[in-house]
């Protein structure tokens, strides 16, 4: 009778650790199946509005969420690899709208060592260090790049905006991640915009991620489609509202030419269309630098 007992405990005992089991795999399989399918709900719900409106639907959106502002100043900590070696510094930046970029760069103790201007159609830099100083057009940016930009193309990629000046009709749409995707491989500056040869010949497979809750850009990839294979990446993270607005506090650019430069920027003291001066004297005893071929 003992042995029955005993056995007849050991068999529930097996059974009920059996049922235990059967009931975890049951809860396992169940939570995947909703998983699943909230995960196609979701695809579903995104997918929706492309199927109606198709890539106005996004470029629109997108254009609503924008940075919208006349004047911004806000402080920068960078940090540059290129050829494997790093470098970090301080920046103040201020931002005219389609009109000015304004950098003073300084290193970690915060006495500016250098100073650098974008317009529409001219860089300036001048290097407090050793008396240097530049005054052209965008091939000092785009040979330390070893790529192909303008000043549209700059304030963009900073804020993480779209490309104000560039044509916008040959986009498609996807669902990539959990996120819109647009993607076109034939991008060209709008002609009312085009100034020189390089804007006219300048064309973009051009790659964006959209969050589809704000509809702000999460990523963006640049790939040059006429030159040698050039490509500029970016990805934006820790948005905040400044009055009102969404801001990236954190850009990351991967730029993969010749040489490799990756460039990580984290944003603070931020404040939006306060009216600001863009100071640039370059003393007469600065040598100006020539850039070779």
């Known amino acids: 009778m003992v042995r029955t007992a005993n056995y007849l405990k050991k068999r529930l005992k097996t059974k009920n650790f059996m049922n235990k089991g059967v009931i975890k795999i ?16 979701s695809r579903s719900m995104l997918k929706d509005p492309l199927k109606k409106q198709g890539a106005e639907y996004l470029l629109n959106q997108m ?33 005219k709208k389609d009109s ?25 830099f001048m290097n407090r260090i050793d008396k240097t100083c530049f005054a052209g057009d965008y091939s000092l940016i785009n040979k330390f790049l070893e790529t192909s930009v303008d000043f549209d193309i ?9 490309f104000s000046y560039y044509e916008k009709s040959t986009f498609k ?12 491989a034939n991008r060209h500056k709008l002609k009312k915009y085009v100034r020189n040869k390089a804007d006219a010949e300048r064309v973009f497979l051009h790659t964006i991620w959209l969050n589809p809750d704000n509809f702000k850009i999460t990523r963006i990839k640049l790939k040059e489609a006429i030159q040698k294979p050039k490509k500029i990446s970016a990805e934006y993270s820790d948005f905040e509202y400044v009055q009102g607005q969404l801001f990236p506090k954190k850009v990351s650019f991967n730029v993969q030419a010749e040489t490799k430069t990756f460039i990580d920027l984290s944003f603070s003291g931020i404040k939006i269309n306060e ?19």
């Open 154 to 162: 700059v304030q963009a990629l900073i804020l993480g905006n779209d």
């Open 63 to 95: 254009q609503r969420s924008e940075l919208d502002f006349s004047y911004l100043d806000f402080k920068a900590s960078v940090d540059v690899i290129q050829d494997d070696k790093k470098q970090g510094f301080k920046a103040r930046v201020r931002m």
């Open 173 to 184: 749409t996807d669902i990539d991640n959990g996120e819109y995707k647009l993607a076109t």
């Open 275 to 293: 009216e600001l001066n863009f100071p640039f004297k370059i003393s007469s005893k600065y040598k100006e630098l020539i850039l070779e071929d």
């Open 100 to 124: 000015i970029i304004w950098l003073s760069i300084s290193p970690l103790l915060g006495i500016e060592v250098a100073r650098l201007e974008l317009t529409q159609d001219s860089v300036r």
């Open 26 to 41: 049951s809860a396992l399989l169940m939570a995947i199946m909703a998983l699943f399918s909230a995960c196609q709900t």
